[in-house]
């Protein structure tokens, strides 16, 4: 009997410590779907994603933001927030929107069946939770039936894989860094092998400072979604604040240049895929180095350049590229490099509302850029020197800053 109490009560322990664990984790939007979230999220998307989404439209070819983009992390519904894709089932098909070869779980899209008005047959693709139309699944691959795929055919070599072509504006992405804060946890696996070391842990962080975080986190933004360029070794860029002491700075005590703060961006990235040299390298090239009074427009010491360094290895690797730097100057102008190599305390990220500043502000984040001459000065100060990453152009420079109210 003592025995039976006894488990009884172990019991009670467990699950009342299973019940708060549960309590404390972050749900997935899609876990608290319902009709009147669907109302409200419907009504918050754009347009396009309006017609996408609840239309049956799409987007233009090549347009979508996720049609040349490769970062780690999985693709979900953007009405229910309801798990999709993974980004290791995604590959380039040069069709002109995103291709995935299958979905996260079978049972998270419908395929639809329908004639086209040319008598051809259409397999529609849409999300089980909200119906949202997602895009269309095309058998093109040596498959003429769907209960093919992932067979090996006859006479051929090849495994048989079906292309969901997905538009982009039908999709919200979670990058593998934010998918445990995001409520979407359990779906890593679906992101990254168990068996394999390419794990959330290897990433590391480089931090710098160059002017306004709005545009260098824009040019490092520009970096990582040119898979060419970065390799898909960038993880996330985040504007914020480095160099100081006081905990938990705020925009107005950082622009005020009482601190030691300096605007600045963390690149989270994978060393397997991109080194901490290249994004050094890349970094001189978007400011201007013989500058020691701010950048730009930008005026003060929270707006001078730095590199932070985080590790000894860090610190050796930005002073050889450094040093590279200086003699790279001396050879055609003989100017002062005073960017400076600081060690870092901590970095904190700046207020939601200047992340991604140049996406959700692009009508006054062309007008502050443009006004405040940042790629004029660049193309200037770096004319006849040579460097890697010359030929990149991030941001698209207006004729005139009137120019700018159509972006």
């Known amino acids: 009997m003592k025995t039976k109490q006894l488990l009884i009560f172990l019991c009670m322990i467990f699950c009342a410590y299973s019940a708060t664990i549960y309590a404390h984790e972050k749900k997935s939007p899609y876990q608290n779907f319902n009709v009147d979230v669907k109302k409200a999220r419907i009504k918050s998307l754009s347009k396009e994603q309006k017609y996408i989404t609840q ?14 983009f490769f970062k780690p992390g999985i693709y979900v519904d953007v009405v229910s927030g309801e798990p999709l894709f993974s980004s290791s089932a995604k590959y380039q098909a040069d069709s002109g929107w995103p291709a995935f070869t299958k979905p996260i779980n079978k049972q998270a899209i419908k395929i639809i069946k329908t004639k086209t008005w040319y008598g051809t047959l259409r397999h529609k693709v849409s999300s089980s939770i909200a119906i949202s139309h997602l895009g269309d699944v095309f058998l093109d691959r040596y498959i003429k039936n769907p209960s093919d795929a992932g067979k090996v055919l006859p006479n051929n070599s090849k495994t048989a894989l079906p292309r969901y072509c997905i538009d982009s504006g039908a999709l919200k992405f979670i990058s593998l860094a934010d998918m445990k804060k995001e409520g979407y946890g359990k779906y890593i696996k679906y992101v990254v092998s168990t068996k394999s070391k390419k794990v959330e842990n290897d990433y590391k962080k480089a931090i710098f400072a160059g002017g306004c975080f709005w545009c260098l986190e824009s040019d490092f933004d520009y970096f ?34 009482t ?73 055609i102008k003989p100017k002062t490099i005073y960017t400076q190599l600081l060690s870092n305390t ?26 405040c001459g940042r790629d004029k000065t660049i193309s200037k100060v770096w004319q006849s020197v040579k460097w890697p990453y010359s030929k990149i152009v991030p941001f698209d420079v207006p004729s005139s800053i009137v120019a700018c109210a159509v972006r």
């Open 259 to 331: 601190t030691d703060y300096k605007e600045s961006i963390e690149v989270i990235y994978n060393p397997r895929k991109i080194s901490y040299k290249s994004l050094v390298e890349y970094f001189y090239r978007r400011i201007n180095p013989i500058d020691n009074g701010g950048q730009f427009c930008d005026r003060g010491p929270q707006y001078s350049s730095a590199i932070y360094y985080t590790t000894i290895e860090q610190k050796t690797i930005a002073e050889a590229v450094t040093a590279k730097l200086k003699k790279s100057f001396i050879e």
């Open 346 to 371: 901590k970095f904190y990220p700046a207020e939601n509302y200047h992340q991604d500043y140049h996406d959700k502000n692009p009508k006054r984040y062309c007008y502050y850029r443009t006004s």
């Open 224 to 257: 990582e979604k040119h898979n060419k360029l970065s390799h898909g070794g960038i993880i996330k860029v985040i504007s914020g604040y480095a160099g100081g002491h006081i905990p938990n700075p705020t925009y107005e005590l950082v622009s005020s240049g």
């Open 55 to 68: 239309k049956g439209g799409t987007e233009e070819a090549g347009s979508g933001k996720y049609y040349n």
